[in-house]
């Protein structure tokens, strides 16, 4: 079974660019979150998805948005790209049980994002 | 305050011992509780979950559960250097709503 793949793998951008990024998970998961990773702040969750509809979302501004598409893979957006959006921003694709409890999630290998 | 705390570390400890990672949370609501282990420069992976009270072991891994005490740890019998990662500690209510420790950096000196 092939796991989750996020492309690009890097990118480098410069301030007030927008970027996309693309997520695909594992067949037969219905449930893709985003996460952003630094250094000094850790895994911080962005989003998730769920049958194309968005049940949860962090504290991160408007400018980061995302979407998912009837075959589960998603997209995450950043508008508009400051210094401090430089990092690297994890997928990950979870099948979750009847009931609503939170499923482990299975990661991609991210892409890094380096905003210049 | 933050919603899910870990010492950073680094923790080390000597090959064969058994390290002990610990981590407390702030949401009572919290109902699923998971242990990650990241390789520098790799992304996260799942070592072990936990949703009741008490103790759940898989191989050489522990993870142990006290609610009232909202705390969660993790301990790794017979630590080999390959144990030497940094470990999250990661805390759900309901819909994949999770919320990431900063890690411990765990080093297994041989």
């Known amino acids: 079974k092939a796991g989750v793949t996020q492309t690009p793998r890097y990118l480098i951008k410069t301030r007030g660019q927008q970027v996309t990024l693309s997520c695909s998970p594992i067949?037969?998961?219905?449930?893709v979150s985003w996460y952003q990773q630094t250094p000094g702040q850790g895994l911080q969750f962005l989003f998730e998805?769920?049958?194309?509809?968005?049940?949860n979302k962090g504290n991160f501004p408007g400018r980061f948005s995302g979407r998912q598409f009837s075959n589960s893979r998603s997209e995450m957006n950043v508008s508009t790209l400051e210094l401090g959006d430089s990092a690297l921003y994890l997928c990950?694709?979870?099948?979750?049980?009847?009931?609503?409890?939170?499923?482990?999630?299975?990661f991609g290998q991210g892409t890094r994002l380096t905003v210049v | 305050q933050k919603e899910v705390e870990q010492n950073s570390g680094p923790l080390s400890v000597p090959e064969g011992a058994i390290a002990s990672l610990n981590c407390t949370y702030s949401?009572?609501?919290?109902?699923?509780f998971f242990w990650y282990r990241q390789y520098s420069g790799k992304s996260p992976e799942l070592i072990m979950f936990?949703?009741?009270?008490g103790d759940k072991e898989d191989g050489r891994f522990t993870a142990q559960l006290n609610k009232a005490s909202q705390y969660v740890s993790l301990l790794i019998r017979d630590s080999q250097p390959s144990d030497s990662a940094t470990y999250l500690c990661?805390?759900?209510?309901?819909?994949?709503?999770?919320?990431f420790g900063i890690g411990t950096k765990l080093q297994v000196i041989p």
């Open positions: 990950a694709s979870s099948s979750p049980r009847t009931g609503g409890k939170t499923t482990e999630a299975f």
């Open positions: 067949s037969g998961h219905r449930s």
């Open positions: 998805y769920f049958s194309e509809t968005q049940r």
């Open positions: 949401d009572r609501g919290s109902q699923s």
């Open positions: 936990i949703y009741s009270n």
């Open positions: 990661a805390v759900a209510g309901g819909y994949q709503k999770v919320t």
